[in-house]
Structure formats: C-alpha cells, structure tokens
C-alpha cells in the first residue's frame, strides 16, 4: 500500500502561484508514476500532470503546460506542483495519484489517492 498526503492548497489572488505538496508512504520503491488530477464542482476529474518515480520523465496536460511545473524530492518522497499565473479557471480540488504500473498514458492506471486540497483563485 501507499499513502499520500496533499498540502498546500489555499486561496490566492488570479496571477498569483501556489505549491501544492505530495508526500508519499509505505510502499513508495513499488511506484512508478505519480500525478496530480484536479476536479472543479460540476465537472470531471482531469489530469493535470505526472512524473515517473525513477526516472522523473514529465507530462502535462497541454492547456497547463508552461505554467504548472511537477517535480520529486527524492529524499522526502515528496512530489511538488508548483502552479504560476494561476486563473479563476484554475480553482478545484486538487488530487495526487500514484500507480504501481507502467500504462503508456500518463493519466490512467492511478491505483493510490489522496484526499485533496482545495485551491481558489480569485478574480
């Protein structure tokens, strides 16, 4: 099993940044992959983006990319979203995921969630 544990999440003016944090527990060496996900009131769960637990290859979602940047601090089993320029649009619960398999796609095969953490963007 593996635990994971979201921080930082909070409300924060449009143009600002926030760095959400993802710790993960237990059986982290059985990783392969990690995401973040987000979910806004009404809508799907979607992907946001992901880092491969050994070799930190990225992905993201393609509306994100250049302003969300995914990283891991190996010795804190740690996963970070920094987020920038953040927009009104940008406000959901955010999710970290974390899967045991190897799935081509970056965004399924997520057996391992945590419990989320809110992030609002005010106009």
């Known amino acids: 099993q593996v635990q994971l544990v979201e921080s930082g999440g909070g409300m924060v003016q449009a143009g600002g940044s926030l760095r959400l944090s993802c710790a993960a527990s237990g059986r982290t060496f059985s990783i392969y992959r990690m995401g973040w996900f987000r979910q806004a009131p009404g809508k799907e769960r979607e992907f946001v983006s992901a880092i491969t637990w050994h070799d930190l290859r990225t992905d993201y979602a393609a509306s994100l990319k250049g302003r969300f940047t995914i990283s891991r601090d190996n010795a804190k089993n740690t996963v970070y979203l920094q987020m920038n320029s953040l927009k009104p649009e940008d406000t959901s619960v955010y999710y970290c995921?974390?899967?045991?398999?190897?799935?081509?796609?970056?965004?399924?095969?997520?057996?391992?969630w945590g419990q989320g953490t809110q992030v609002t963007v005010s106009s």
């Open positions: 995921a974390a899967t045991n398999s190897d799935y081509v796609s970056p965004s399924r095969g997520y057996a391992y």
